[in-house]
């Protein structure tokens, strides 16, 4: 038997992180479930009032991340969530929403977990500077080998 990926788990480390809020990691649980025909069908057919919006939506698409997938943008990535939200991001240009409009709605289903670069604020400090901490050790940690050698 092929062991399960725990879902949960993953949502309280990520709210431990400050990654995501509480109630992201609720309202994704909602959402991690099996695309319906329909919504396959929706995607794969959704018909826009101008190449513009359709161009919009595909290139905004692209800037946002799957939340199930982890490693792939919503137009790369063919999980139902996937599927699910490139439909919301399509209805939402068509419905004439601002490119911001969209990012703050997923963002606040989805926490800055979506987005490929968060902006800077207290609950993404560990994203943008945990790789510069983890230098400044890793640096330090050869000074100090150098100079106990010395």
Do not use: H
Request: charged share 20%.
């Amino acid at each position: 038997m092929k062991p399960r990926f725990n879902w949960s788990l993953l949502g309280l480390l990520l709210v431990l992180t400050g990654v995501i809020t509480p109630s992201a990691v609720f309202a994704a649980q909602n959402v991690f479930v099996a695309a319906d025909e329909t919504v396959v069908e929706q995607v794969a057919t959704f018909t826009f009032r101008s190449a513009y919006d359709q161009r919009r939506a595909i290139d905004l698409a692209k800037t946002l991340r799957c939340p199930q997938c982890q490693n792939q943008n919503l137009i790369e990535s063919n999980s139902p969530v996937a599927k699910d939200l490139r439909l919301k991001v399509y209805q939402m240009v068509d419905q004439g929403k601002t490119d911001q409009e969209i990012i703050e709605f997923m963002t606040s289903r989805f926490g800055d977990f979506v987005r490929y670069n968060p902006k800077f604020a207290p609950n993404t400090y560990v994203l943008w500077l945990g790789p510069l901490l983890l230098l400044l050790l890793f640096g330090f940690g050869i000074y100090r080998k150098v100079a106990k050698r010395n």
